[in-house]
Every structure is written in structure tokens, then in C-alpha cells.
């Protein structure tokens, strides 16, 4: 019977890879995974690479993208063969731009692979306003005039 290769999981440094760990998002993908595969996904998502043994699987090679300093991108294996899930996942708690930044950028790595993954439907943000509603200190500040001006308050 010939040994197993088990693949183990890629994780932060100083990370367990999913002890208190949040599901930011998946971009699932079909690809063979071949040594180009690998290496868009390193070029276009920082992963960085390691040594592995022959015939270990793409996950193996790969050591997670570090997105922030509490956030990572980790390449999965999937449910069937030829598939594969980019799933970030985060141990902070970061603001909800840059996680959507970050999921655009997996969705268009992966596409480059895959043609049919889908790329997330832009964002709809109400917080480009400016508040109104600062009185007391913030308006006896040094550029608090200039500050109404712009803002017209």
C-alpha cells in the first residue's frame, strides 16, 4: 500500500490556521492546478511558496497571502476533484472596504484561472457623507473655520 500524502494546513506565522478565525469569503474555482496556475496565483496574490515534495498537492506549495496583519488568503482544496476555494479569514476585525477591496482582488486572480468565477458586485457605501453634527471642541480647533467652509456648515 503506498503512503499517504496528507497536506496540512497552511496558517499564519504565530496562527493556529482556524482557532478563533472568521470566514471573511470564498472564491471557489475549477482549475487543474498546474505549475502556471501556482504561479499566477503567486504573482497576482503574494502567496508565497515552499518546498514540497513530488507530486504534494498545489495547497502544499503554497504558504498563505497575508492580507493585513490580523488577515490571510489560504488556497483550499474543494469538495471534488479540480476544484479549489481562495478563502480569506481573518483573526481582527477589519473595515468592510478593505475586505471587499481584498475579495475583488482574489475574484480577479482567480479568473485569470478560471473564466467563469464571478467577480463581487460593487459595493454600496452611504458613508461618503459628511457629518454635520460636530459641535463644542471640534469646532474651537485650529482648522475648524476651514472645516466648515469645505462642508458648508
Do not use: Y
Not at 507530486?55 to 482544496?77: I, N, Q, T
Not at 471587499?100 to 473564466?115: K, L, S, Y
Amino acid at each position: 500500500m503506498p503512503p499517504t500524502v496528507r497536506s496540512t494546513p497552511v496558517k499564519l506565522p504565530g496562527r493556529a490556521p482556524e482557532v478563533g478565525a472568521v470566514k471573511l469569503f470564498a472564491v471557489p474555482l475549477a482549475s487543474a492546478m498546474s505549475d502556471q496556475d501556482v504561479s499566477s496565483l503567486v504573482l497576482a496574490l503574494d502567496f508565497d511558496t515552499r518546498s514540497a515534495a513530488a507530486g504534494s498537492p498545489p495547497e502544499a506549495r503554497l504558504v498563505s497571502a497575508r492580507l493585513d496583519h490580523d488577515s490571510g488568503l489560504f488556497l483550499e482544496a474543494g469538495e471534488a476533484q479540480g476544484q479549489w476555494v481562495l478563502q480569506a479569514r481573518t483573526w481582527g476585525h477589519p473595515d468592510p472596504e478593505s475586505v471587499h477591496r481584498w475579495n475583488v482582488t482574489a475574484a480577479t486572480a482567480a479568473r485569470r484561472i478560471d473564466p467563469t468565477v464571478t467577480l463581487p458586485e460593487r459595493r454600496h457605501d452611504d458613508s461618503t457623507e459628511v457629518s454635520d453634527g460636530h459641535v463644542g471642541r471640534a469646532e474651537n480647533t485650529r482648522f475648524a473655520g476651514l472645516r466648515r467652509r469645505l462642508t458648508g456648515v
